[in-house]
């Protein structure tokens, strides 16, 4: 038990360390948050789709050794199509930004609020940019599940300590992206988080092609 603590942190800092660089996942937390549409939704689901991943790891792929060559060859198939159609919707949006309406209030112009988003589909565009994620099944399930086999015994509390980065990252992010959306949501902001996702998600798209080269 002595080692239970050390594990425990070493399973949470690896977890955060994977998931807080920008990608597609944190880019579509940051988008609701300056569309300020079901945030803590978006991040509830995120953040419970990240567990789930981390606990097929540590408990189940870590066991067998990873994903099978067919099955990795058909995730990321299905990720390069995600990210390319979604990659071409924010180009479109960074293009056209005069084809959403704007509002002026004391910061000048901002783009008006964007269609509504239902709570069915918040939680399953969530669920898309987790799971359809070649990166997340790579690096929370394989990359974590393997770590924990170094823990032997251990590899639960590792896991726990995993599961909880990805929870605190989450909620972190999501405060951030509520500030951001109450401050920052403006034109010009919208414009260059649309080219950045473009970019982000078309060489994810084009990294993932090479792989399976």
């Known amino acids: 038990m002595v080692l239970t603590f050390p594990t425990f942190a070493a399973g949470m800092v690896l977890s955060i360390s994977l998931i807080m660089a920008i990608g597609p996942q944190n880019a579509h937390v940051l988008r609701m948050g300056l569309q300020r549409q079901h945030l ?10 990240d567990v789930a991943l981390i606990a097929l790891g540590v408990l189940g792929l870590a066991q067998l050794g990873g994903l099978s060559d067919k099955m990795l060859g058909a995730l990321i198939g299905a990720g ?43 939680v399953l565009s969530a669920l898309a940019f987790s799971w359809l994620n070649p990166h997340a099944w ?15 015994q251990g590899s639960t509390v590792f896991g726990l300590g995993a599961a909880t980065g990805s929870l605190v990252w ?28 473009a970019l982000m998600m ?12």
């Open 40 to 49: 803590w939704l978006t991040v509830a689901v995120c953040a419970l789709a």
């Open 80 to 122: 390069v199509l995600f990210l390319a159609v979604y990659g071409w919707q924010a180009f479109q949006r960074f293009l056209h930004p005069q084809a959403t309406a704007l509002v002026t209030d004391e910061r000048g112009p901002s783009r008006q609020a964007p269609a509504t988003v239902t709570p069915r589909q918040a």
């Open 138 to 152: 790579l690096d929370t399930a394989v990359l974590i599940g393997t770590a924990s086999l170094a823990y032997g």
């Open 170 to 197: 989450f909620m972190v992010l999501g405060t951030a992206a509520f500030w951001l959306g109450r401050r920052l949501n403006t034109l010009r902001i919208w414009r260059v988080l649309d080219g950045a996702v």
């Open 202 to 213: 078309w060489g994810t798209a084009l990294w993932l092609l090479s792989s399976l080269v």
